[in-house]
């Protein structure tokens, strides 16, 4: 429709950073402000029971693993975005 490819696969990839980006900023807020609650909270029962290091490194895999889902679903549906505005 008069748009270059290279300026529409730009436009899809800013389009898909806000659909993705902003539901990510947001949870990485709230789950920030909820782990800050819980380690002000139960610092000491987190001590004992499990460590606050075991802690750490299972938010790390947890987030880890997200992070690799997200990437992975940002990229198949950039994917499938070109390929629908290619044809």
Do not use: C, D
């Not at 800013?14 to 610092?43: D, E, N, S, T």
């Not at 992070?67 to 990229?75: D, E, K, Q, R, V």
């Amino acid at each position: 429709m008069g748009v270059e490819e290279p300026h529409i696969r730009k436009l899809i990839l800013k389009q898909l950073a806000v659909w993705f980006g902003v539901p990510v900023i947001l949870a990485l807020i709230l789950a920030g402000a909820f782990l800050v609650f819980l380690i002000v909270g139960f610092h000491m029962q987190i001590a004992v029971y499990i460590g606050v290091q075991r802690l750490v490194q299972q938010l790390l895999i947890v987030l880890a693993i997200l992070g690799a889902l997200l990437i992975s679903y940002f990229i198949s549906t950039w994917v499938l975005f070109n390929k629908s505005a290619s044809a």
